[in-house]
């Protein structure tokens, strides 16, 4: 009888050698599902605005049938909206052709851009958190001691609940929305700290993309890159210098945006 003992091993070592799968090789399809890895920079520094100022001047409630026509009248300093940031045309990520504005945002929601120094929306009864920050034209938001607003704001006749706004909150800003050509090659994250401040031996900012967590101790944009197109998830949390979550309603939120060609 002939003996079968090397040509059968001889089969088994090419066949191990020649399939991916065995060795833990990816093939050249797997390469090409996965695509770039998403990154997470701190954005280049943008020009600076110490001296701005956004202050509330009046609000008015106006019941109507089914919500309430609520109304801000706000005055600017030390900023002009209407412009381009000086440096817009240099950033590479979305800009808004009608230039600075200001970030209108009730209870952490998307937020509304408005080029004038007056905000018009509709509000059922309830109790509200308002924040309102200056944005440069890219829609980073101005972070100096004076560039914002925040209020309880209760409309109608639903009680007093009224947030706790001495205490750290964490707002949502960018991205948001629909991104298209080039515009989805580099997306800014942004967002709004009130009460607190990161630092790698403090409180950080734990930002999950797609499933993939970055942790962030300074409070700055940065340029989310490598994103497929479809739909991005993005999750921000406020976080302790232990790793929990600081309490607040805000401190925890979830977005999706769009990405196409």
């Known amino acids: 009888m002939k003996n079968l003992t090397y040509p059968f091993l001889f089969l088994i070592i090419v066949s191990a050698c020649t399939s991916p799968q065995n060795s833990g090789e990816k093939s050249s ?43 801000y009248a706000f005055e600017v300093d030390g900023y002009e909206l209407g412009i381009q940031t000086e440096d817009a045309a240099t950033r590479g990520i979305a800009n808004s052709g009608k230039g600075q504005h200001i970030h209108f945002i009730v209870n952490n929601g998307p937020y509304s851009a408005h080029y004038m120094p007056g905000v018009s929306n509709q509000l059922e009864d309830g109790n509200y958190v308002v924040l309102a920050f200056l944005s440069r034209s890219y829609h980073e938001s101005v972070k100096s001691s004076g560039a914002y607003h925040v209020e309880n704001l209760n409309v109608g006749d639903a009680g007093v609940e009224e947030a706790d706004l001495a205490a750290p909150h964490l707002f949502y800003s960018r991205p ?77 939120v979830e977005r999706s945006v769009t990405l196409s060609e």
């Open 176 to 252: 948001k929305g629909t991104y298209k050509g080039e515009d989805t090659k580099k997306l800014m994250l942004d967002f709004y700290l009130l009460n607190t401040s990161i630092s790698p031996d403090g409180n950080k900012v734990r930002a999950t993309i797609n499933g993939k967590e970055f942790m962030i101790d300074d409070w700055a944009p940065y340029y989310i890159e490598g994103l497929p197109m479809g739909e991005v998830n993005i999750k921000l949390e406020l976080l302790d210098a232990e790793g929990n979550q600081i309490e607040g309603p805000f401190n925890s």
């Open 29 to 71: 399809s797997d390469t090409q599902t996965l695509g770039p890895a998403i990154t997470l920079t701190k954005a280049p520094d943008s020009p600076l605005f110490p001296q701005a100022t956004l202050t509330k001047t009046d609000v008015s409630i106006e019941p109507n049938d089914s919500s309430n026509s609520v109304n």
